[in-house]
């Protein structure tokens, strides 16, 4: 199906596709409608790399003893007949075993940690309380000194300002003691020449 | 203007994400501003074994200034470590302890960003995950810049890292998914960040019949770049090709290039061809059918951009948020999150050469508008001028 022209979409396997305007999106939504659709082929099982191991030898359930004894020799026969067959029997087993083995001493270590984070958590948590405390004991301290020196800093505010407006009012006296000694310097020239007037007059 | 750019591994040889990101960069940002690389001397990203001498030296024209790593990566420590930290319930010790372990340690390195770095006007700091930038960024927050490289992996929710990734300056990120991603691991929200990414180094040309007749390929090819682990979306890959294969009866042929560290099914549509020079991947590239991306975890995903720069389409991993971000803000690639779409995807891909074309246009188009080097460069530019006019 090799379609040489482009215009417009065309279908190829019920799939609806634009060449102008190519969607991915929408085509693999398609795809997958198209996948579900069509039920998978059974396969053949892939080649075993081993034969399956046959399970363990397990005691085989004895006939309704017709007899005393009768299952006991019958069990007694079963395994001697099984005993050639005991060590494939184990060999066949042991990776099974040795998985079960492993998973249990995983299991176990597993446990042991779990074992020994129960006993370590509360303690390593109250040490961390402990600590925490401190730190807090310590803070309120720190908060208290601030507190102190926010006050003491207010209270040096004040004080700049009361220096300030006295100082201000001091100038302000200065200013005004100064004018009028200005004007009784003045007054004094005026007076010191009016008396050399008058001795001048005096005298003539 | 002189820049410091810190990563974990930096050489030509190097072929890694962050550290082929970083060197680029640092290549073409040296025509703005006096570049240096602060670097290990290490070139296996398992080991972080010494490997280059140590000391200053050039590279491609930069100048390299390798410190040694003194205690290789143990591997076996860091995967217990690692399990202790994802898996388990942990304390910080534990997570700096994990940060050891990952590496790549190197106290001469740091020592040289503590004791320089009034020589330097800002560090640019690759890859977030990793020991240099973790105590890198801590010596010299008020100068670091992250580039963080971050893939959504459960290494991201380390509670450690919550505060380092509000200690730079700034990021640059590569992608809107990566962005959102640290912004909610991280709450910073604050910290300034443009989505920047990288450019690419395409050749003039590339030549996909060339790659055919050299590789005997007559078929139409899916192709696949990159290494080949579990991370990178193997072996859940092979099982959708080959599955597909098996029900459409398609003649398409799988190409990978890259070395692999798992198995690779024996096939004879699965063709893989190693490791291959520069030349060869583009062209590959260019007589792709698509370029196929199946990682899990990308941060950019640059393989991506190279295909949309030689206008080839993409089928990717819809399950990781940056490929699914970049093919639907692109409209270059389809994705898919199992197999029935990876099936209807592959068969709409395979069936129609318009649809190709057009995606291929589409990815080409979205490349040249946002990952061009001078696009790419301005970014950067821009980024520090931000930062130089703060108060």
Redesign the interface.
Known sequence: ??????SGP?K??D?E?D?DK????A??DQ??Q???A?P??P?EPPPAASPAPPPPAAPVPPPAPSAPGLKAVLKDKLLRALRPFAPVVRLLGLPLHEDIQATIKQLDQ?NR?LDA?ALETPVRFAEVVAELEKVRDRLNDRMSDLDRTMEYVKLLHHLDHNIVVELTKLRIEFETLRSKVLILEKDLDAGVQRERILEKQLLS | MKIAFVVQRYGLEISGGAELHCRWVAEHMSSHWDVEVLTTRAHDYVTWADYYPAGAETVNGIAVRRFSVPVPRDRDLFGRRQQVVLE??HTEQDELDWLEAEGPTSPDLLSFIRENEAAYDYFIFFSYRYWHSYWGIQAVPGKAILVPTAERDAVIDLRFFKELLRLPRAFIYNSEEERAMIQTVSGNGAVPGLVVGVGTEVPAEADGDRFRRNHGISKPYLLYLGRIDENKGFPELFTFFI?FK??TGSDAVLVLIGNSILPIPEHPDILPLGFRPEQDKFDALAGAAALVMPSFFESLSMVTLEAWALSRPVLAN?RCEVLRGQ??R??????YD????F???L??LL?????RR??GD?GCRYFQENYTWDIIEEKYLETVRRLGQEP
């Open positions: 199906m090799n379609d040489a022209s482009h065309k190829i396997e799939i596709i060449y190519i969607d991915v999106e085509v693999m795809v997958k198209v996948a579900a069509n998978l082929e396969i597993t940690r984070l | 388990e319930e599955r098996k029900e819809g093919c639907r692109s409209n270059g690639g389809l994705y199992n197999y029935p779409e099936r209807e995807g068969k709409l069936g129609s050469a318009p649809l057009a995606l589409n």
